[in-house]
Structures are given as structure tokens and as C-alpha cells.
């Protein structure tokens, strides 16, 4: 099995930074590492979406609200998402995702609000 375990969220005002970090472990990753590692969010009465992966081989992949604001990096199986110039609409609960011999594992989420 794979845990994951998600934290940086927070309260910030409009126009503030985040950064979110998510821990990958499991006596799994000894026999097969961890491919891909992604964020997503749900905002409330939203469907999850994705917000950016980046690959073992740290090829990154933005969906457009990241764009220009938010970057993902990784060292090893430890997942970055730093949030730049954060508007309101950010709000929402942020996922890390792992996906290792093509199977999935989320972690619990961690709560981002942004204020005006």
C-alpha cells in the first residue's frame, strides 16, 4: 500500500502564496516507485478537477486556472504545489494523487481558503 499524506493548506488573503506538500510512503515503493504525482481540487458543490502532474522524470503537466500562478515539483516521492497570487475562487479542498503501476491512491485533502 501507498499513504499519502497532504499539508501546507490554510487560510490566505487575496493575491497570497501557498504551498502545498504531499508525502508519499509504504513499504510498496521498495518493490515499485511511484510514476506520476499530481494535484487536484474540489471546490464546494464542484467536481474535482485537476490543477498540474509532474512524472518521475519531472515532465509537468498545468491545467490552464494553474498557468502562470502555480508551479509542482518533486524530490522523490514527495510532491510540491507552490500557489502564487491566489484568488478567491482557489477555494477549495486540495488533493495529491499517486499513481504507481497504474493504480491509483489519493490522499485525505487539505483545505485551501483564500479571501478577499
Known amino acids: 500500500q501507498v499513504q499519502l499524506v497532504e499539508s501546507g493548506g490554510g487560510l490566505v488573503q487575496f493575491g497570497g502564496s501557498l504551498r502545498l506538500s504531499c508525502a508519499a510512503s509504504?513499504?510498496?515503493?521498495?518493490?515499485?516507485?511511484?510514476?506520476?504525482m499530481g494535484w487536484y481540487r474540489q471546490a464546494p458543490g464542484k467536481q474535482r478537477e485537476l490543477v498540474a502532474t509532474?512524472?518521475?522524470?519531472?515532465s509537468t503537466t498545468y491545467a490552464a486556472l494553474a498557468k502562470d500562478r502555480f508551479t509542482i515539483f518533486r524530490d522523490k516521492n514527495t510532491v510540491y504545489l507552490q500557489m502564487n497570487s491566489l484568488k478567491p475562487e482557489d477555494t477549495a479542498v486540495y488533493y495529491c494523487?499517486?499513481?504507481?503501476?497504474?493504480?491509483?491512491?489519493w490522499g485525505i485533502g487539505t483545505l485551501v481558503t483564500v479571501s478577499s
Open positions: 509504504g513499504s510498496a515503493l521498495s518493490v515499485a516507485p511511484i510514476n506520476t
Open positions: 494523487k499517486a499513481v504507481r503501476i497504474g493504480v491509483n491512491y
Open positions: 509532474i512524472t518521475g522524470g519531472s
